[in-house]
């Protein structure tokens, strides 16, 4: 008698609880899209002739990636990531750190401004952040090439300005800031078997690490973008043999190897979407340009992040093995 009693109200608890969660994760979801679509309106908003949306939004992407990733960063989750170091802001020789009255910025010659209208330069306000950033960038003109120069005066590096305008032109081709879909880089169609396979030796060439989660498979099999990219990288590397490195929107460069061959079309610079075929699966590599066989065929895959310093290597099975499970629920 006492479980029957307790039965109903244990069961009325597991309700609640259920849709508490529910409730929860549907707030998660509707927050990040709030958020997106915030962002894309303050980017729209201030948008220049000079530097369209996509540039701004390429920006501010780019000092959010290495925000997560540098312990010197602080991490901004506002909806600008973006901040104007202090002495260009307020001017050098202006004593007033966080300066933000517009006639005493001018006055220093500093490079903040009010871009609301509301009297004030407010370094950490996005609207004037934004606002400031676009006439910094659009100083030298329209194009891509001008924009290109500009950045590359502001950030002082060529690998950042190649990372900006990367997510630049998945921005601009897409018409969104919202890239962040992956699929398996295997059609689940295809038999294939990978178990993670990182750091583990390797002796051709020199003792080195595996950097990256080896998929077995046949001959032929397609290869496929996992994400939303422009191909940095295609040819022949005689550790790899036939191989395609993606730059996706997080400063992220997924590397594809061991290829029997590409698919037609396929070229650098081209821009790719989940589920765009690039190669095939074979067992290339290992040697002069042609060399195959040395080894059963399977893709090599690899993941590579830009910090802003340098690129390094990490454990792609994770990621590989929560999107074949996301794959398999479809």
Sequence with gaps: MRHAIWLPAYLLLLSVLFVSIVRAEDSGEETEQSIAEERMNLYMTYETPSVPWHTLAAIDRYERNI??????????????????????????????????????????????????????????????????????????????????????????????VRQIMTIDELFRSFGTIELD?????????????????????RGWGGRRMHEGTDLFASYGVPVRSVTYGVIEMKGWNEFGGWRVGIRDAHNVY????????????????????????????????????????????????????????????????PSLNRWEQEEKKK
């Design 254 to 317: 997924h590397y594809y190897a061991h290829l029997s061959g590409f698919e037609k079309g396929i070229e650098e610079g081209q821009v790719v979407e989940p589920g765009t075929v690039v190669g095939y699966v074979g067992s290339s590599g290992y040697g002069k340009e042609g060399t195959s066989g040395k080894f059963p065929p399977h893709l090599h895959y690899g993941m590579y992040k830009f910090d802003g310093r340098s690129e390094w290597a990490f454990d792609p099975y």
């Design 181 to 201: 879909t992956h699929v398996f880089p295997l059609p689940k169609t295809h038999h294939y078997t990978y178990r993670s396979t990182w750091g583990a030796r």
């Design 67 to 160: 925000q997560r990733v540098r312990n010197d960063l602080e991490e901004i989750e506002g909806p600008v990531a973006f901040r104007f170091e202090e002495e260009f802001w307020a001017g050098a020789p202006n004593p007033e750190h966080g300066e933000s009255d517009p006639a005493a910025i001018e006055f220093f010659e500093g490079g903040g401004m009010d871009g609301n209208g509301d009297g004030k330069a407010d370094p950490e306000d996005p609207e004037d952040i934004l606002f400031t950033l676009a006439n910094t960038i659009g100083i030298n003109g329209g194009d891509a090439q001008d924009r290109r120069l500009a950045l590359y005066e502001f950030f002082g590096s060529e690998e950042a």
